[in-house]
């Protein structure tokens, strides 16, 4: 029994680090991701396959938070799709891109409310649908710059104050979504674990009915 | 080639599911202990394959291997199949766990048919020419025949056949040809080195 194993071992490895050997060192997860976020009075949405592939020609639904259908569009070249705020109650966002890939971002109505000038919302995923988001880099209004701005009021430093904390939290943010994305290893290992379980399991089974 | 969850219609998804549980049974029917270390290896591969992205130009791809799967394991490939997208559903919440039937016909059943009509190749008398020759169309045309079930899976959605389907196709094309070397040099090296995992089935 065992040199049966072994000698399947002997086969099957090598195929395996074959098949990995084909890949670019960048191995991905298989889905599609929508971000939809709120800036210059807009929402504006970017779909990737996982990966970093932009989603052309994507399809965009938009509902409101009952669950109407607000308003549809399709993601340009650089997968982006923009427009107005329709709204003020919390946005759902559903990206459908080619051969079944779908994926949802959420914006709670506290981002729809512009304080100030163009703050960077970020959207919520809700758990249990595959919403992974991925933040774009941030590039903070022409006013706000806190050196260059004249704080008269503390609206302005509160605007001042956001947008230099979008800068700095962006890039934490964006880290933490990406390493959502990629399949751990620890999750790899499982799947594989599962599997010599059921053989296991399958084998033990088998034994005891003819034992 | 996986279709998300929350995408298909639920007579679809009861639809596929019940042809599935079909396919499945007749795929543990009277099994062998040599059998099921085979379909666990194979199933592990499978498992794995869905990590391995192939450049396709504006969509992205994976290999599928089902030709593999087919040709090596018969109508065993099925029960294979299914627990390595259930796990993969699981794990890295590729394709969806409502979508399993149809994800596994659209996989499985290309394996299948692909096994009825090139599983002669698997012979101990069958020449080693022959058998590469049947190990790449089987590799080759497992994939192709999953991308058009693909295409008709989302037409009975709803979508437009020829561009859903063509859209697949296309991007798979390296992943073809690729399974199709490796189902072939598989097939050819099982032959030499341990034809016995072949017999029956």
């Not at chain 1, 065992?2 to 890949?23: G, Y």
């Not at chain 1, 260059?148 to 979008?166: K, M, Q, T, Y």
């Not at chain 2, 012979?123 to 079930?149: Q, W």
Request: proline content about 6%.
């Amino acid at each position: 029994m065992t040199s049966l194993i072994s000698r399947k071992m002997f086969v099957c490895v090598p195929v395996l680090a074959l098949v990995l050997l084909l890949a670019p060192v960048r191995v991905m997860a298989h889905k599609v991701m929508v971000f939809g976020y709120v800036e210059d009075g807009k929402v504006k949405t970017i779909s990737k396959f996982n990966g970093g592939k932009k989603v052309q020609g994507g399809k965009i639904r938009v509902f409101d938070e009952d669950g109407r259908e607000l308003l549809q569009g399709v993601t340009d070249e650089n997968g982006e799709f923009a427009f107005d705020i329709p709204s003020k109650k919390g946005l759902k966002i559903e990206l459908e891109a080619a051969m079944g890939h779908k994926n949802v971002s959420l914006i709670p109505a506290d981002q729809l409310v512009v304080a100030g000038a163009s703050p960077v919302g970020e959207s919520r995923s809700e758990s249990g649908v595959e919403a992974t988001p991925e933040f774009p880099p941030v590039e903070p209004a022409a006013e706000q710059n806190p050196s260059d701005s004249d704080i008269r009021s503390p609206g302005d430093l509160e605007v001042a104050v956001e947008a230099v904390l979008d800068r700095k939290v962006m890039p934490v943010l964006q880290m933490m979504a990406e390493k959502e994305d990629k399949p751990r290893v620890a999750d790899i290992l499982g799947g594989l674990g599962y599997i010599v379980g059921l053989v296991g399991i399958a084998l033990y089974m088998k034994s005891r009915k003819e034992g | 080639m996986h279709i998300s969850e929350g995408v298909l219609r639920p007579e679809i998804l009861a639809g596929t599911a019940v042809l599935t549980a079909g396919f499945v049974a007749l795929g543990l029917r009277r099994i062998e202990d040599r059998e099921i270390p085979a379909m666990g290896i194979l199933s592990a591969a499978f498992f794995v394959a869905s990590l391995v992205h192939v450049p396709a130009g504006p969509v992205s791809v994976h290999l599928v291997l089902n030709g593999l799967l087919g040709m090596l394991l018969g109508f065993r490939a099925f029960p294979s199949i299914l627990i390595a997208l259930f796990l993969q559903a699981l794990m890295f919440q590729f394709g969806g766990l409502t979508s399993l039937g149809a994800n596994t016909l659209n996989m499985g059943l290309p394996a299948f048919v692909c096994y009825l009509a090139l599983g002669w190749a698997r012979k101990p008398e069958t020449g080693t020419r022959a058998a590469a020759t049947a190990g790449f169309l089987c590799g080759f045309l497992s994939v192709l025949l999953s991308g058009l079930m693909v295409g008709t899976t989302l037409a009975l959605n709803g979508e437009a056949f020829i561009p859903a389907a063509k859209v697949v196709v296309i991007a798979h094309f390296p992943v073809m040809v690729i399974e199709g070397f490796l189902t072939s040099s598989c097939l050819v090296f099982i032959k030499k080195v341990k034809p016995e995992m072949l017999a029956g089935s």
